[in-house]
């Protein structure tokens, strides 16, 4: 039965993002693995619930099929199931580890971000289809598509997982200035020099703004390849 | 009588090593499970499927994930010695 998918995708999520946090943490301390597994839900949450409430695609195919009141899976934050972000947060984190740690340790940061962009987009060509061939979730608009897939949900993946690598590495691992805010935030955070020690009130303040001005950038870049593709 | 503490390096070493096995072992069971579906002939795993389509695109996605696999368990091999 596909009910048994989505249940067993559920469970699964959260147990494969309990993995990847346990890999976080021996690496880098509980801190930084914390960051990076609140801030994917940060980072994912307004622009799936944008992406649902547009009505581009919807997680309620299983409403109503274990038992009266079952929305379709059993966690949710607002509109958007909690497993969703922790896929968010399982590729963006495996992405991280494989190119900055294992395989590019010494390359600059854009390099190892734009690598792990397209190793995420690579990552979802094999979980889109067979998620929404699945029911797991559906997409609803018509668009140019691969194998059912919109176009525009590739250049989403790409651009999310690149922006959130670089604000990782530069906030959380590092607290370092990213070169086009440097104008803002030298006045709002005073980041002058590449730093690894500085206050948590001050790398969250800092992590939470750039998170910010990058899902709006975001946001608009995949809105414009919606209506492109 | 004190036991001897880890140095920095090797319990850098020692994380390193973990967190990528996670990551090699989850790029392995993708690769294992995509390969399942395709032989599985697309049900009840859709959309995938045995025709030279299906077949093409997922060797096309499945080649980059076996060989960033490879590459980073030779990358930690090296980094073990």
Redesign the interface.
């Known amino acids: 039965m596909?009910i048994v998918a989505a249940v067993i995708a559920e469970l699964g999520a959260f147990l494969?993002a309990g993995?990847?946090f346990?890999?976080?943490k021996?690496?880098y301390g509980w801190t930084v693995a914390s960051f990076f597994l609140l801030g994917s839900i940060v980072w994912t949450t307004p622009l799936e619930t944008l992406g649902i409430s547009t009505g581009s695609y919807s997680y309620s195919s299983f409403a109503g099929s274990l038992f009266p009141g079952y929305q379709g899976y059993f966690v949710w934050i607002g509109i958007v199931p909690l497993w969703i972000e922790m896929g968010w947060f399982?590729v963006s984190a495996?992405s991280f580890?494989?190119f900055h740690?294992?395989?590019l340790p010494r390359s600059k940061t854009v390099a190892g971000a734009v690598l792990a962009g397209f190793?995420a987009v690579?990552?979802d060509?094999?979980i889109d289809?067979?998620a929404s061939?699945?029911k797991l979730w559906v997409w609803i608009g018509p668009s140019l598509s691969i194998?059912?897939i919109p176009l525009y949900n590739y250049v989403g993946w790409f651009l999310m997982i690149f922006l959130y690598d670089i604000i990782i590495w530069n906030t959380v691992i590092y607290f370092r200035k990213i070169r086009v805010l440097s104008a803002v935030e030298s006045k709002l955070f005073s980041i002058r020099e590449n730093v690894t020690s500085v206050s948590m009130g001050k790398r969250a303040t800092g992590f939470l703004f750039r998170m910010l001005v990058f899902e709006i950038f975001a946001i608009f870049l995949i809105k414009a390849a919606s209506m492109v593709l | 009588m004190t036991l001897p503490r880890e140095t920095e390096q090797e319990v850098r070493a020692r994380s390193e090593k973990i967190a990528g096995s996670i990551i090699v072992i989850l790029g392995a069971l993708a690769s294992i499970v995509l390969w399942l579906i395709v032989l599985a002939n697309g049900d009840p795993i859709r959309p995938f499927t045995t025709d030279s389509a299906s077949v093409g695109y997922a060797l096309g996605i499945t080649f980059p994930v076996i060989c960033i696999s490879i590459l980073a368990t030779i990358r930690l091999r090296e980094k073990k010695r």
């Open positions: 596909i494969i993995l990847v346990f890999g976080l021996k690496r399982i495996s580890i494989v740690d294992v395989l190793f690579d990552l060509l094999m289809p067979i061939s699945n194998m059912g």
